[in-house]
């Protein structure tokens, strides 16, 4: 359970507020007054905007970041939204994800072109912001999206690659589940098949969670994709993801 703002410091608080500082942990994060970081962050926003972001502060933390993006994506010009992007408060480059989620009508693709930078964050949270903004747009194309995903699997960088992952869990965090993924995961199994002897523990985590929500209404599927994989090497890292996938379902590899 996150901490409440009487309990976190209240210098530390302040500077969260002010966009001085990024969050240290999710507490932190959740913690913010969207309301006080806009005026610190935009002092000439007109009343209206002010009006939407309070309104938007009484809600669950994922509307509220939705709905604050949309009021922005409405108002600002952007060389603004380019400012915003690069702020140092994690928070303000969140609002900026759910910014061009709003603004892109174009498909998946052009939206992950858009996102990407956000995907590669050096802070957790823009990290999970990201791909909760871009979920909608890329289950509305399901297939262009995993066929997308496919391709940034193979990403340098941990981070994005993780992200391929992440976005598309069937039952995510604080997202909305898909129905689709639960009843048919094996229509994710371009991207998960490139990453299930990803050597980094974070992508791993992702895939395993991907695999585990999966499990909760296919445990079928779940245990033959990790038998397959047990069974096609015999790498550590995919002796974890198996590990990790399957904690919630009685299994025991098929390979002796």
């Keep these: ?14 500077s969260l507020n002010a966009g001085t500082s990024s969050s240290r942990t999710l507490s932190e994060a959740l913690a913010i007054d969207h309301t006080v970081l806009l005026r610190a962050v935009l002092p000439d926003a007109g009343g209206r905007l002010r009006v939407e972001v309070a309104e938007a502060q009484e809600r669950g933390i994922l509307k509220r ?11 600002l010009a952007e060389e603004e939204v380019g ?59 399901l297939d262009t999206s995993i066929d997308l995903l496919t391709g940034w699997t193979n990403d340098p960088s941990e981070r994005v690659r993780r992200f391929t992952s992440e976005a598309l869990r069937p039952r995510g965090v604080w997202a909305a589940h898909i129905t689709v993924l639960k009843k048919q995961p094996e229509r994710g199994e371009p991207i998960l098949h490139p990453l299930r002897a990803d ?38 890292a995919t002796a974890r993801i198996v590990k990790r996938a399957l904690r919630s379902v009685n299994y025991s590899p098929a390979r002796p």
């Excluded at 970041?65 to 994506?73: F, H, N, Q, R, S």
């Excluded at 974070?202 to 779940?222: H, L, M």
């Design 83 to 141: 400012r915003l992007a690069d702020h140092p408060s994690d928070t303000v480059r969140g609002w900026i994800c759910f910014l061009i989620a709003a603004r892109t009508a174009a498909g998946p693709a052009v939206l992950l072109d858009r996102l990407r930078r956000f995907a590669d964050d050096e802070h957790f949270t823009v990290r999970e912001w990201v791909w909760m903004a871009a979920r909608s747009t890329l289950v509305s194309d």
């Design 1 to 14: 359970m996150a901490r409440s703002r009487t309990e976190i410091d209240a210098v530390r608080l302040a």
């Design 199 to 236: 050597p980094s523990r974070y992508v791993q985590d992702s895939v395993a969670n991907w695999i585990n929500d999966a499990a909760k209404t296919r445990p079928d599927w779940a245990i033959k994709l990790c038998d397959r994989w047990v069974d096609e090497n015999d790498d550590a």
């Design 65 to 75: 970041m939705t709905l604050i993006g949309a009021a922005l994506a409405d108002r």
